[in-house]
């Protein structure tokens, strides 16, 4: 038996058939050239990072040294928030305090508004988180005007850096000035009750005062968003209030917590609790501007946002078991 005829009695062997080359496409005629794979694209160099990062900070510095900035009637220096206060606090915001927000998109994207939230914490902290929230998260990145108590303004420096920051003193004229002129305006109605209350009233919102900050609103048709603001409560945990020292500094409160003044200046660090914060839904007042001044109707208004926070406060409570949790 020959070698094909040995080949002929294999199964399937007669039947099979190489396939036959596709016809290449051709363009125009001739025949595509082969497509190069491309290159992935190379990591910047973190040489020319860092150049073009200190590059910036000497064209900010010749800026600020030839006063090429501007600032608005209220003081106001965007660039200066934009480059220097946002970027501190960014650590406190994203890596110390871990902070959640939730509903930033009913916060409005253009106009004027007023962000009412309950304030905790000892320190301001929880404002100047809000603000850091407001322009890293909004689709617009929109900045926070907020409204400070007197005493933050009648200290040298702080006042000074409070105007840079958008600050302003909290006034229903400042307030409606703002609004006017299409900005968030930032109140906290709890004022030093709020901050300066103990840990074990923690999360109980204070009264919210005679409603001022719902006359602004009604008069300018601007809606309210309230929001609620949880983890300040546990940075400084207030334990007492040591009122004798307080009346001797002209101070508020003057607070006795775990860390301070035990610690000295370590006693400054706040601790590292997880932050939610979750804006609601906007209450419409541009069909109550005539009713601006009606007692009855500030005060049911008044009342509706601080249940409303108080209810939200409960809510982010049940989703963070664990005050210090990841």
Known sequence: MSQDEYRGMLPGHADFTLPEPAEPKRVNGRRPIPEVPPMPEAAPDPIDVWDQRVANGLAFLRRRLAGAYEIDEFGFDRELTDSVFHPMLRFLYRDWFRTEVYGVENVPSSGGALIVGNHSGTLALDALMLSVALRDRHPQQRH????????????????????????????????????????????????FKGVGKRFSERYKLQRFGRGGFVSAALRTGTPIVPVAIVGAEEIYPILADFKPLARLLNLPYFPLTPTFPWLGPLGLVPLPSKWLIRFGTPIPTAHLTELADDPMVVFNLADQVRETIQATLLELLELRPDPFGP
Do not use: H, Q
Not at 146 to 158: E, H, S, W
Not at 175 to 186: I, K, P, S
């Open 144 to 191: 926070l005007r907020l409204l400070g108590a007197d005493l933050v303004f009648r200290v040298p420096i702080l006042s000074e850096l409070a105007r840079k920051a958008g600050a302003t003193v909290a006034s229903n004229p400042d307030a409606e000035r703002l609004m006017n002129y299409g900005e968030l305006v930032g109140v906290f109605p709890e004022g």
